[in-house]
């Protein structure tokens, strides 16, 4: 009893702290659907490209962590800016499915040259991705913390408090709060609509390219279709804890992250994904705002 | 030629599940989920046909009512509240099946088979391996094109009728605006669930087909990739009327197979296909105007031929 105690402990704290990557990509989703109401399909390709280029300069060219999640975030910043050149800017008047359907033909068409590119220059299915803190860890009595867990959790730390302090401090975030309110009234006080959210998608896809970066640190790997799991996981994290709200997609990742570890160690492996994806079906049908979502209309 | 009867009959089943998409969507509810109700009809009627010797019409049937229950189980309680909530859930509740269904194993041992391929019935990740119906039965592919067309055609008379009547008026004033419709006295609720209903039974009955046609099925055939092109059949052929996901649904699956000589770029340009039209027609390649100017075409043709209308 009192190992399975330990166990459990462990498990939570283990799911906790790798929750914290998926709340990074439920933040990136999240924003974009706070701000437009667009499920952005695309997300996920930017989670992958930021996993490359964090494997090409931890790996190949071999720099420091830090600089690597920088390197991450532009990459995957530059996909954002694609994504709401391509995808979003041209189809701002139209219906809010069809720039959803635009993301969805950008994610299969980037995905589809990528996995082209990369099965030119490899010819398995993951190359490795150097992991720095791989078998560092702070033990606390019985429980112990890996290393790479502990500074992803830092890291996503460190980006939730640059994203809170964005958008609460700062004229660009009273811009978005105004639009996420309504683009019209926004755009007659003067806010520059347009601009804000090309900027909205720039800071959704670095974070994705961050979390894309820690994704592969972690797992030790980079693969090409890590981006489409992604991009389950992140919306799941983000409906677990309601679409839309920044507190939602760091609860969401967190519990997910419990919910998946805990799952598999308390029944099997197997159904790991279908208890986690039952509890968030139920967890919809009590709260549909999700679990710290507001409810944005009314019931009729 | 058989190979083009097998992509007529994907064809066909495409455009049921882009109707069981158009269903909800006409009062202005956009499921992301139609997969989850294409995996349960596709499991449930290839069961009924191979573990308990149904005919394929009633397994095809029950497949749809078997998808349509499911439809209801997601149905009551979030179409009750407006917003995007519905959309969130049929995601979240599309994933819960796929799941489901990649882990349940039933059925009973083959008689026949090599080492590690005796089972019969869904078999975990394995799948569902020898939906052998039509093989048993001597179908051939182009028979069965027809009775998938067959099929294709009673849906789409349906939803000629449903459009020229009373219901879709109602539909499309929920979709405007529920607060009229409600003010109208439009039950606003019930009306949403019984369309989501009936495109989760059409759904289903297009899984039943689709898991004949391949002969085998795993849960990862229902992800999330098949409901936004699902979704997206319709969107690109226009969500306004009934002929844009006939037109969507065809064209997004027989241009892939046009494009197979050039194999190796065509996933490519099924995606670029999509981004271009939805940049150049965003309301889909047919809207409801180009529906009115080809109809009174149509009517002013007819009337030049007859011509004593004319003085």
Redesign the interface.
């Known amino acids: 009893m009192y190992f399975f105690a330990i166990d459990l402990t462990q498990t939570t704290i283990d799911g906790l702290l790798f929750g914290s990557t998926y709340a990074l990509v439920a933040i990136g989703f999240t924003l974009i659907w706070g701000l437009l109401?667009i499920?952005n399909?695309a997300h996920g390709v930017t989670v992958m490209v930021g996993m490359f280029a964090g494997m090409l300069s931890a790996t190949i060219i071999g720099l420091p962590f830090y600089l690597g999640i920088l390197i991450s975030m532009c990459a995957g910043a530059l996909v954002g800016f694609l994504i709401d050149r391509?995808?979003y800017r041209?189809?701002r008047?139209?219906?809010e499915?069809?720039?959803m359907?635009?993301t969805?033909?950008?994610?299969?068409?980037?995905e589809?040259?990528f996995i082209?590119i990369y099965s030119k220059f490899w010819f398995r299915d993951y190359v490795p991705f150097a992991n720095p803190f791989d078998g560092a860890g702070l033990e606390i009595g019985q429980i112990r913390l890996r290393g790479d867990y502990l500074v992803t959790l830092a890291v996503a730390t460190l980006l939730v408090i640059i994203l809170y302090f964005l958008i609460y401090r700062t004229r660009l975030g009273l811009a978005m709060r105004m639009i996420a309110e309504d683009h019209d009234i926004g755009s007659l006080m003067g806010v520059p609509v347009g601009r804000v959210l090309t900027t909205a998608f720039l800071l959704s896809a670095a974070y994705g390219g961050a979390a894309g970066y820690l994704l592969g640190m972690t797992a030790n790997l980079a693969g090409p279709y890590a981006g489409?799991q992604a991009?389950?996981k992140g919306?799941?994290s983000m409906?677990l804890g309601g679409?839309g709200s920044i507190p939602g997609a760091i609860v969401g990742g967190l519990s997910l992250g419990v919910l998946e570890l805990q799952s598999s160690f308390l029944f099997s492996f197997?159904?790991r994904?279908?208890i986690a994806?039952?509890a968030?079906?139920l967890v919809?049908?009590v709260r549909?705002?999700g679990l710290v979502g507001k409810r944005?209309?009314?019931?009729? | 030629m058989s190979y083009w009867f097998t992509i007529a009959a994907l064809t066909g089943v495409n455009v049921l599940l882009a109707y069981s998409v158009y269903a909800s969507f006409m009062s202005g509810q956009?499921s992301?989920g139609q997969a989850a109700f294409f995996g349960v009809g596709a499991y449930v009627g290839a069961s009924l046909t191979v573990l308990a010797g149904f005919d394929l019409m009633s397994a095809v049937l029950v497949a749809g009512i078997a998808a349509a229950a499911a439809s209801v189980f997601v149905g009551v309680?979030?179409l009750?509240?407006?917003?995007?909530?519905f959309t969130?859930?049929t995601?979240?509740?599309a994933?819960?099946v796929r799941?489901?269904l990649?882990?349940t194993k039933y059925g009973r041992p083959r008689a026949s088979g090599n080492v590690g391929d005796q089972w019969l019935g869904p078999d975990?990740?394995t799948g569902f391996r020898h939906i052998g119906y039509l093989n048993d039965n001597g179908i051939s592919t182009g028979q069965y094109a027809v009775i998938v067309w067959s099929i294709v055609l009673v849906v789409v008379v349906a939803f000629f009728l449903v459009e020229r009547s009373r219901i879709a008026r109602i539909l499309r004033t929920i979709e405007e605006d529920?607060?009229v419709a409600?003010s109208i006295g439009v039950p606003?609720?019930r009306y949403k669930v019984i369309a989501f209903v009936c495109g989760g039974f059409i759904a289903g009955m297009s899984g039943a087909l689709y898991a004949h046609i391949l002969t085998f099925i795993s849960g990862n055939d229902f992800v999330?990739?098949l409901s936004?092109?699902a979704?997206?059949f319709v969107?690109?052929g226009g969500?306004q009327t009934m002929w844009g996901p006939l037109l969507g649904a065809v064209l997004l699956t027989v241009i892939p197979e046009i494009l197979r000589p050039i194999r190796?770029f065509r996933?490519?340009l099924?995606?670029?296909?999509?981004?271009l039209v939805?940049?150049f027609r965003?309301?889909g390649m047919i809207s409801a105007i180009t529906v009115r100017r080809w109809g009174s075409a149509l009517a002013a043709k007819a009337r030049a031929k007859r011509p004593t209308q004319a003085f």
């Open positions: 109401r499920l399909l391509i995808c041209p189809l008047a139209a219906h499915l069809v720039p359907i635009a969805l033909g950008f994610w299969i068409l980037i589809e040259v082209k489409s991009v389950v919306l799941f409906i679409a197997a159904y994904d279908a994806m039952l968030l079906f919809l049908i549909p705002q944005t209309a009314d019931r009729i | 956009v992301i309680p979030t009750r509240l407006k917003g995007y909530h969130i859930a995601v979240a509740f994933e819960a799941v489901i990649h882990n975990g990740a529920e607060v409600r606003v609720a999330i990739h936004t092109i979704l997206a969107v690109i969500g190796e996933i490519e099924f995606g670029l296909l999509i981004i939805m940049l965003p309301t």
